[in-house]
């Protein structure tokens, strides 16, 4: 369902993503882990078409992103780390707009936001204004809207971050259940190791924008040595403590302060 193959990201001098390759099966609940800066979120922009690579073929559905971006646009789904809710729209208004930026039919629309807003026990608020939700609906709100047209591949950009452990549980049940009932890709990054460690049937680690491990939890585990996925991260990665995730452009201007001094 997704196919990365040898894709590279640079941005002048400074490399963010180096010659990296992976393959997500269809209905697989995937996890794409790494520290702040390793590269993940430049590798999710580009396979949601928001970043051109360098170098590389991606493909989401067999679609190319670079040259069928519309059709890969199409096959998938994404909730931004960041909230991008309407806060003055109502949920269902939230939905409505959503479905006509996606061209989803008139006569199935109103059918399908209620089914998702039922689905994510919303169908009882869906006149309410956004800003009257909490963190937890706000994030069942997004995931719903992310389904309307029907997508292969759900793209999850830290969708629990800043959430209790009550309504991140909720959170994951949900998508468990989309990811049976529709079939539907779940590719999805967070820095909650239990929670990769419980949900995702396959894990790929990137580290200074390359991959250093693709294997299940419990492979990583027995190859590392360890007692639990964060454990196994730890030694894969490291402990040093990184900075927060930083642009491409504080990466680029980081790069000529250290240049400048020589």
Do not use: C
């Amino acid at each position: 369902m997704i196919d990365v193959s040898h894709l590279t990201k640079k941005f002048k001098d400074f490399t963010a993503v180096d010659d990296i390759s992976f393959h997500v099966n269809e209905g697989e609940i995937f996890a794409f882990l790494g520290p702040n800066g390793a590269g993940k979120t430049t590798t999710i922009k580009m396979l949601t078409t928001l970043l051109k690579p360098t170098h590389g073929v991606l493909k989401v559905n067999g679609h190319s992103v670079a040259t069928h971006q519309l059709l890969a646009r199409q096959s998938f789904g994404i909730v931004f780390q960041d909230p991008s809710l309407d806060d003055d729209l109502t949920a269902y208004e939230n939905m409505d707009l959503h479905a006509t930026l996606y061209h989803v039919p008139v006569q199935e629309k109103k059918q399908r936001i209620m089914e998702l807003l039922k689905f994510v026990e919303l169908d009882t608020r869906k006149d309410d204004l956004v800003k009257t939700f909490s963190g937890g609906m706000k994030r069942r709100l997004e995931i719903a809207r992310g389904l309307l047209h029907h997508p292969k591949v759900l793209f999850l950009d830290e969708p629990t971050v800043g959430l209790d452990p009550q309504t991140r549980n909720h959170i994951w049940e949900y998508i468990q259940n989309l990811s049976k009932k529709e079939k539907i890709t779940i590719f999805f990054t967070t820095h909650y190791m239990e929670e990769a460690e419980k949900v995702a049937e396959r894990v790929v680690i990137i580290d200074h924008g390359t991959i250093i491990a693709e294997e299940t939890s419990a492979e990583l585990k027995e190859k590392t040595g360890t007692h639990s996925l964060e454990d196994a991260f730890l030694k894969l990665t490291g402990k040093t403590i990184r900075d927060e995730d930083a642009s491409p452009m504080d990466h680029m201007r980081q790069h000529r302060r250290m240049w400048s001094r020589r």
